[in-house]
């Protein structure tokens, strides 16, 4: 058992991974313990908890992913890393561009396009298939650098000042971008910030938001490239925002408009309101009390959270029935 794949996976923690073995829907050949041919099954990524990012496996039915308890898709639900999982060796496929910064949807993409003629093998089978599929995030990339937290916007004068907490890693600096109220990015950096402070000129007056990631010179076999992390986002409200009047709504009590009341103090509490709304615009949002556990109590004021993202908030209140 000591010697078998997936006992390896067990004992130590593996990027990529890749098996092979006469298979069903939830089993491989001679990569387990089980039975005389030493099956895997697919529980056994839950049960024993491999330890790989990156699976690439085959044989015989485990493209049918849509099947309960296939093996592709068992790989996914180890308690312990499973990233994504593909079907390979008929067509092959190329992941080697994610060591220059690429996602693993590109080299899936790639190779699945493949004529022949731009990546070639000894036994190029089943050339252009699309079988092989992608479980698992296409977005996801070889070397991740932890972002900066905590992205603040003020303004000084005319100006905009960012600040943030640094990210953790050994990086170059942070690149700033901003963005107008339809929320495209343009990033406003020529070079990286050595700092954790931005002092963008002129723009206290606009509306929009910031994003601040950090990026590192990363260097591997395949060559060198400038890696970035996810961003951490401001919002910037503008000192020229025209107020729109308010709308007077009868029975309407107003908690919150421009500024919280005096004495006011923040509350906590969560409720799930469906999709986000499309960006760029405001909308009103209602919650009846019954679904926060309010209807029939005496409620003084509200509060607001925001985890990641960008988000204005204004008028705030309670509507009689």
């Not at 092959?92 to 910064?101: A, E, Y």
Request: with cysteine.
């Amino acid at each position: 058992m000591e010697e078998r794949w997936l006992q390896r996976l067990v004992t130590d923690i593996y990027l990529w991974a890749f098996g092979s073995g006469g298979g069903s829907d939830r089993s491989v050949g001679t990569l387990g313990a089980h039975g005389p041919w030493n099956d895997l099954w697919s529980s056994d990524f839950l049960d024993l908890r491999p330890k790989t990012a990156f699976y690439l496996m085959f044989g015989s039915w485990f493209a049918d992913w849509s099947q309960s308890d296939n093996i592709l898709r068992s790989a996914l639900a180890s308690r312990e890393l499973g990233l994504a999982a593909a079907w390979c060796g008929r067509p092959h496929l190329f992941f080697h561009h994610m060591g220059v910064g690429e996602t693993i949807g590109h080299g899936i993409r790639l190779s699945q396009n493949n004529p022949g003629t731009l990546y070639q093998n000894q036994v190029q089978r089943q050339l252009r298939g699309i079988h092989v599929a992608l479980l698992g995030d296409p977005t996801l990339r070889l070397h991740v650098i932890a972002p900066p937290t905590e992205a603040r916007s003020e303004t000084t004068g005319a100006d905009v000042v960012l600040t943030w907490k640094p990210s953790p890693d050994k990086i170059t600096g942070y690149h700033v971008y901003r963005a107008p109220g339809d929320g495209r990015f343009t990033r406003i950096t020529g070079s990286p910030v050595g700092e954790t402070r931005f002092v963008d000129p002129n723009r206290a007056r606009e509306v929009g938001g910031y994003m601040v990631r950090a990026v590192a010179l990363n260097t591997g076999p395949s060559g060198s490239y400038v890696n970035a992390s996810q961003g951490a986002f401001a919002s910037h409200r503008g000192t020229a925002t025209a107020q729109q009047p308010p709308v007077v709504i009868a029975g309407e009590t107003v908690w919150v408009d421009e500024a919280l009341p005096n004495g006011a103090v923040g509350g906590a509490g969560r409720r799930h309101m469906g999709e986000l709304p499309p960006t760029g615009r405001w909308v009103r949002l209602e919650v009846p009390a019954s679904a926060v556990e309010l209807e029939g109590k005496t409620v003084s004021g509200m509060g607001f959270n925001l985890f990641d993202g960008r988000a204005t908030w204004d008028r705030a209140g309670k509507r009689t029935p």
